[in-house]
């Protein structure tokens, strides 16, 4: 058991461009989560895949925004034309069933946009 | 619309006391719950979970207490330690449901 893995760690980019997140789950995790924390708050929902099927996105992930789990291992979030208010830390999980279990989480990429 | 209320953000305490940190939540369907701990520059690790069957759960130094009249839970850390510092989040759940509703987080100090 590696642990969720998150690449990379830091991400620096200025307003207008893309960016491309990756998320390795724990191997035999079927459930990979996306969330998003800013400053002073608690991680936010937003998106949830079973497999390769993405099942639930939130109304807070906009058309900017978009997340693949192809063959249902890695997954990737990518940001486009990123702005300022983007900026947070983007946090992967995964985890096993979906009743009563606990999520593992990454060590989260770190996005600054300038 | 925030349904996880973490009220107090930060919580000094002296090495060898007992922490307490408190959480309320809103939604009535939540009826699974978890406390989550974070270091700097890393990911949320789990440190224990109450299911609303229950009214305590308790793990080593840790001991999670559910109010679910209140709608109120909190967590005990007894005795806290150094390495208990750290950013402690409060999530909910509906047990039949995937997204976890977190609180805006309690950061202890545990002072030597």
């Known amino acids: 058991d590696t642990g969720v893995s998150q690449n990379p760690r830091h991400k620096i980019t200025k307003r207008g461009q893309n960016v491309t997140f990756r998320c390795d789950p724990i191997s035999e995790h079927n459930r990979l989560y996306w969330y998003r924390q800013t400053l002073g708050q608690g991680p936010e929902f937003l998106t949830y895949f079973q497999n390769e099927a993405q099942l639930e996105k939130s109304r807070l992930l906009s058309d900017r925004f978009s997340a693949e789990r192809p063959k249902g291992s890695f997954s990737t979030l990518e940001i486009q034309r990123t702005e300022q208010g983007d900026s947070a830390m983007y946090l992967c999980a995964s985890s096993l069933r979906t009743t009563n279990e606990k999520l593992f989480f990454g060590s989260g990429t770190q996005l600054s946009v300038l | 619309d925030q349904q996880v209320k973490q009220n107090s953000p930060s919580l000094s305490v002296q090495e060898g006391r007992i922490s307490i940190l408190n959480c309320d939540y809103t939604?009535?369907?939540?009826?699974?719950f978890l406390w989550y701990k974070k270091y700097p520059a890393e990911g949320p690790t789990f440190l224990i979970s109450?299911?609303?069957?229950?009214d305590k759960n308790e793990d080593g130094r840790f001991t999670v207490f559910l109010n679910k009249s209140a709608k109120h839970l909190s967590l005990h850390i007894v005795p806290s330690q150094p390495g208990d510092s750290a950013v402690y989040f409060c999530a909910a759940t509906p047990s039949n449901d995937y997204k976890l509703s977190f609180g805006a987080g309690t950061t202890v100090t545990v002072r030597a």
């Open positions: 109450i299911s609303s069957i229950k």
């Open positions: 939604n009535s369907m939540f009826d699974y």
